[in-house]
């Protein structure tokens, strides 16, 4: 067997294992959009490959170097295809390892096993609208009512891991800031369940991209001292720990606020 013919099937061999871990990867998160499964299927696909997707990467990227370079030694002229091939499979190993990094705590962080946070721990804002949505979702709208925890103890860890998440405060007019919530709501991506100016309340629903977790948003705005207070929670229909989800939705909603 000669030299080239070997220097190819190395290079798809590191092809195949790249798509290999990449196809389980998008499988994954695929099989709960189509609903074959449950997301903690999902979830126990991508943790059976992930702790080896980044050194299949980085494999295939050196053996597409070195085979790059023994071509140029050897001058031959499929060098680049060589590297093309090997550097195929790196970059979807690079997308099996990127996909649980979006909905993961980023390196070196921790958050509390909560997954509903509220600008008001005291006046709870109530979800209406979307009842009905979660009438099969395992988690409850009761604040800290889950499992294992209590509204106390929810407050409390809230407090601790987002000690900005409070009410906000603008010198606009009611209606004026109720129409840029709106806007808000629409820019962030969210699905527009209800919206009463009337009672100050707008709900939302949050869809994530991978595996489609909703997740309600109920926004509460009220005349207070001459000035309009708005106040926002954001609640996942299903888990236990967001990762911070939560708290970053609302975070980048009053950031376009």
Known sequence: MNSKLVMKIIAIIALVAGLGVGAASLIAPLGVWLGAWQFGTGFQILGAVNPYTGWVGLTCLVIGIVLL?????????????????????????????????????????SYPPIHDVSTDL???????????????APNTTVYGGSRNMTPERNAQ????????????????????VFDRALAAVDEMGWELVAAVPEE???????????????????????????RTRVDARSLSRVGGGDAGTNARRLRRFFEIL
């Not at 939302?204 to 489609?212: L, N």
């Open 69 to 109: 370079l023994v071509a140029k030694q050897k001058h031959m002229e499929n060098g680049v295809m060589l590297f093309n091939l090997a550097a195929g499979g790196a970059l979807a190993a690079g997308i099996a390892w990127y996909i649980p990094s979006t909905f993961q705590a980023p390196a070196g962080e």
């Open 122 to 136: 005291e006046d709870i804002p109530q979800y209406v609208a979307v009842m009905p949505l979660r009438a099969d």
């Open 157 to 176: 860890l809230q407090q601790e891991a987002f000690p900005d998440l409070v009410p906000q405060y603008y010198e606009e007019s009611f209606q004026a």
């Open 200 to 226: 100050g309340r707008i709900e939302a629903t949050a869809t994530t991209f991978w595996f489609r977790f909703k997740d309600d948003v109920v926004i509460r705005l009220r005349e207070e001292d001459g």
